[in-house]
């Protein structure tokens, strides 16, 4: 019996020749990654262990993204005491304000993951690596300590669902509609404890930012990760932003799976997620009339340089509805830079959006956006649990760039080839 | 390992943004944390209880972001255990690293209702619901777990030097 992609990959970090689902292991860590919210607790950890150093000081990353920049005294102590830390232990990536960017979107762009990678985060979307080859999964601030002091980390090694993609995606519908699909198809446990591996030759379809914002939210589905195979776009992607090596791992031809699904890209429309769970999926067709308050375009799933483009294609020349507030973030500096450069910001501007800078901010109802009750966001955010943008009333629909533009102008969700 | 107490009891999908807010993570105070622990969906929460209850609850329970604050909030707030019929991965994770005793048992969760005094047997992996005399057995912790949670957590594991 062969192993799963994902399996291979954890064998070779655990020095095992083989590994099967179910089995504990304990495997080396090629980075360990924290936030402004998760790291505080990790260091208070790490120093009752009595660690004297971190594993390698250039593979731990901080990142201060989510409360930052600082939105009150209490937040401003958390990126506080992650700066001293980083300090004080030498290590080599913190991202502070003006470096910093939301941390899945900073990592790739900044060559810190590659291919055949082992990470671990504590931050749930870290599964967002596996859009490159790599096993990166979310963990909690303990283990993160323990990253930190040890290098290492155990794991159940998970089985798997596989897709297998075909066709290719129609105009106006992107990597955001093909998980929401997913998710909607199988459910917010639907993947739970296993990786979700894709395959098929619908992959090669798919831009590498297409598929960054797919293995994002297979947390959604409870997957332990979301796992792309490596092609010449996933070389070129790494080889324009690192100097490291990718290793790539191809799942074997007699690897197991659990299920698998057969997904016609082709066949996906625009979806969005209505409140409150990201399952509760409808096609655009079948939104009805929904009033919308507030348009969110960014976060780590959806801030991309190219979901921007995508969001301005829509708007340019147009105007937001005067019911609407529109809030554009990009996800790094060099992506806010590079819509500057590009006159992106100058259609937002225009349209009546506000452009933030990087922020995890309103995703996670932290500040740059809340709700008040009772209102509605049209979000490229990744969760709308209840209370999660604001207030417990509030609501929070999920959808792609292209959706949330069109639905800003609309000033209700609105399908972005209709408008 | 035995737990004797009292159970409050939720849904499906309780997620880790109503067991605790993100607007209250800007603190690692256990205290304060615990203060605000399920107040989007349960307001009185952290009045009604009291030392060594129980938290019974549907499937993938904790599921969403990966803050230890959740498992924390619960603990510090008085809860000694959760069951429920499923738990996220790691929500599941960080329970068993900060010591939060958790137990997955599909059928004590559906059965066991609110107000139910219930005594568990971590070792044994036996629920008994003491109001209704119903026994529910399920999987004890593997031997690998068996010992972080003896040790006291993770931290305390490898402080022991007994994980790597």
């Known amino acids: 019996m062969g192993m799963t992609m994902t399996q291979k990959i954890l064998a070779a970090h655990a020095g095992l020749d083989k590994v099967e689902a179910g089995q504990l292991i304990l495997v080396d860590l090629d980075r360990v990654l924290g936030n402004d919210i998760t790291s505080p607790v990790a260091i208070r950890e790490f120093e009752k262990l009595g660690a004297t150093a971190v594993y390698d000081k250039d593979k731990v990353t901080m990142v201060m993204d989510h409360f930052a920049p600082n939105k009150d005294i209490k937040a401003a102590e958390q990126c506080k005491m992650c700066r001293s830390f980083c300090n004080e232990y030498d290590v080599t990536h913190f991202y502070d304000v003006g470096r910093m960017g939301i941390e899945h979107a900073l990592l790739p762009e900044k060559g810190l993951v590659v291919s055949g990678d082992v990470v671990i985060g504590a931050d749930s979307h870290t599964c967002t690596y596996g859009a490159l080859g790599a096993f990166s999964t979310g963990v909690g601030s303990t283990d993160m300590a323990c990253g930190m002091a040890t290098g290492k980390a155990w794991f159940k090694v998970p089985s798997a669902i596989r897709f297998n993609l075909k066709g290719k995606l129609n105009p106006f519908v992107s990597g955001k509609d093909v998980i929401l699909h997913i998710i909607g198809m199988i459910g917010v446990d639907g993947a739970l404890y296993r990786s979700m591996e894709f395959a098929g030759e619908g992959v090669s379809a798919l831009s590498v930012y297409d598929r960054l914002t797919i293995s994002n939210m297979a947390i959604e589905a409870g997957a332990k990760n979301g796992i792309f195979p490596v092609d010449e776009q996933t070389l070129a992607y790494i080889a324009e932003h690192s100097d490291r090596a990718p290793v790539v791992y191809e799942a074997d031809a007699d690897a197991v799976y659990d299920e698998t699904y057969e997904i016609d890209l082709s066949r996906i429309k625009s ?48 105007k937001v509805a005067d019911h609407v507030r529109a809030i554009i973030i990009p996800a790094t500096q060099d992506i806010y830079l590079k819509a500057i450069e590009n006159g992106l910001v100058k259609i937002f501007i225009e349209a009546g959006c506000v452009v933030s800078t990087p922020t995890c901010g309103p995703c996670l109802g932290g500040h740059m956006g809340i709700l008040a009750a009772g209102e509605r966001a049209v979000a490229t955010t990744n969760r709308n649990f209840v209370g999660r943008m604001g207030h417990v009333t509030s609501e929070v629909y999920l959808a792609s760039p292209a959706v949330a533009a069109a639905s800003a102008i609309a000033g209700k969700i609105a399908d972005p080839a209709k408008v | 390992m035995k737990f004797t107490g009292t159970v409050i009891k939720y849904g499906d999908n309780v997620d880790t943004d109503v067991i605790i ?5 800007n603190t690692i105070d256990v205290k304060e944390l615990a203060s605000h622990c399920m107040e989007d969906i349960d307001k009185d929460f952290h009045k009604k209880i009291k030392e060594g209850d129980i938290m019974v609850a549907g499937l993938n329970f904790g599921c969403g972001s990966s803050r230890e604050h959740a498992p924390i909030a619960i603990k510090a707030s008085g809860i000694s255990l959760v069951i429920a019929k499923s738990f996220a991965r790691i929500f599941y994770r960080n329970a068993i690293n900060i010591g939060l005793a958790i137990l997955e048992c599909p059928e004590a969760a559906e059965a066991i209702e609110n107000g139910h005094q219930v005594e568990a047997d971590l070792d044994a992996g036996l629920i008994t619901d003491l109001t209704t005399g119903a026994k529910f057995k399920t999987n004890p912790f593997p031997p690998f777990i068996q010992k972080m949670i003896t040790n006291g957590g993770l931290v305390a594991s490898i402080q022991k030097g007994d994980f790597c």
């Open chain 1, 271 to 318: 979806t969005v997620a209505f409140p409150h769970l990201p399952e509760n999926t409808k096609t655009i067709d079948e939104v009805g009339e929904v009033k919308i308050d507030q348009v969110v375009i960014g976060s780590c799933t959806n801030g991309h340089y190219k979901d921007l483009a995508e969001a301005a294609s829509i708007l340019k020349g147009k």
């Open chain 2, 21 to 25: 807010p993100a607007r209250h993570l």
